[in-house]
């Protein structure tokens, strides 16, 4: 698991290779990610944007911008969390995300919290440390 805070709001990311979802012979590498978001503060906050940064391990980068996420602008009062999962196709069987999240305070404030940098790894990727 990959953990960042910002503003005692944790952003918990736990990636996950999909073997079932992928064509290797097609350069097709498919992973899930779920998201933990977890207010620790005590003001409330809504998520109001992402912008997610993906890079494949050929060092190639998308940028990704948009309304909340899956759909929602999920509000959190001190002490909640909100938990979602989705997706990423890379053309290389690993690579990396990152990325920050607009939020808004229920004083109107605006301020980003950031999602820690994860890996994507596939199975025949990984290392192992001797």
Same mark, same amino acid.
Do not use: C
């Given at each position: 698991? &990959?953990?960042?805070? !910002?503003?005692?709001?944790?952003?918990? =990311?736990?990636?996950?290779? *999909?073997?079932?979802? /992928?064509?290797?012979?097609?350069?097709?590498?498919?992973?899930? &990610? !779920?998201?933990?978001?977890?207010? /620790?503060?005590?003001?409330?906050?809504? *998520?109001?944007?992402?912008?997610?940064? $993906?890079? %494949? /391990?050929?060092?190639? @980068?998308?940028?990704?911008?948009?309304?909340?996420? $899956?759909?929602?602008?999920?509000?959190?009062?001190?002490?909640?969390?909100?938990? &979602?999962? @989705?997706?990423?196709? #890379?053309?290389?069987?690993?690579?990396?995300?990152?990325?920050? &999240?607009?939020? =808004?305070?229920?004083?109107?404030?605006?301020?980003? $919290? %950031?999602?820690?940098?994860?890996? #994507?790894? @596939?199975? %025949?990727?990984?290392?192992? #440390?001797?």
């Amino acid at each position: 698991m &990959y953990h960042a805070t !910002t503003r005692q709001i944790e952003v918990i =990311v736990e990636p996950q290779f *999909l073997p079932e979802r /992928s064509a290797p012979e097609k350069r097709q590498f498919f992973w899930a &990610y !779920t998201i933990i978001i977890v207010n /620790s503060g005590q003001e409330t906050v809504q *998520l109001k944007t992402r912008h997610w940064i $993906i890079t %494949d /391990s050929a060092g190639r @980068s998308q940028e990704v911008r948009g309304e909340g996420v $899956i759909g929602e602008q999920p509000v959190l009062a001190p002490g909640e969390r909100f938990e &979602y999962t @989705s997706g990423v196709p #890379l053309t290389t069987a690993s690579g990396f995300m990152t990325g920050r &999240y607009q939020m =808004v305070n229920d004083r109107g404030e605006r301020f980003e $919290i %950031d999602i820690p940098l994860f890996s #994507l790894d @596939s199975p %025949d990727t990984k290392r192992t #440390l001797n």
